[in-house]
């Protein structure tokens, strides 16, 4: 199994940034592919970022591409969403996910953590 904990969310007006950080234990966080997903108000689950097990690849959703950057650090078990440039439709609650294959989510899911970009 994979236990999955974000941190960082907040309240952020309209083009300040946010750093999410989600720390992993249990299963091999270092061999999995990770991502972030995120869920607004009336909306279904969407895909965000992910990262390889390596961090040497990165993928982003068009909507966030040049504003957000995934990473991850394997010594400390952790992902991270640096949000720049944040806009009102990034407003939703964000979640850590692995193990990735290609773009579908994997079993394990984070408890969410709240992002409210305010104008």
């Known amino acids: 199994q994979m236990q999955l904990v974000e941190s960082g969310g907040g309240l952020v007006q309209a083009g300040g940034s946010l750093r999410l950080s989600c720390t992993a234990s249990?299963?091999?966080?270092?061999?999995?592919?990770m991502g972030w997903f995120r869920q607004a108000p009336g909306k279904e689950r969407e895909f965000v970022a992910a990262v390889s097990w390596s961090g040497g690849s990165t993928y982003y959703a068009d909507s966030v591409k040049g504003r957000f950057t995934i990473s991850r650090d394997n010594a400390k078990n952790t992902v991270y969403l640096q949000m720049n440039s944040l806009k009102l439709e990034d407003t939703a609650v964000y979640y850590c996910n692995g193990p990735m294959r290609l773009f579908i989510p994997g079993a394990y899911w984070g408890q969410g953590t709240q992002v409210t970009v305010s104008s």
């Open positions: 249990g299963r091999t966080f270092s061999n999995s592919k």
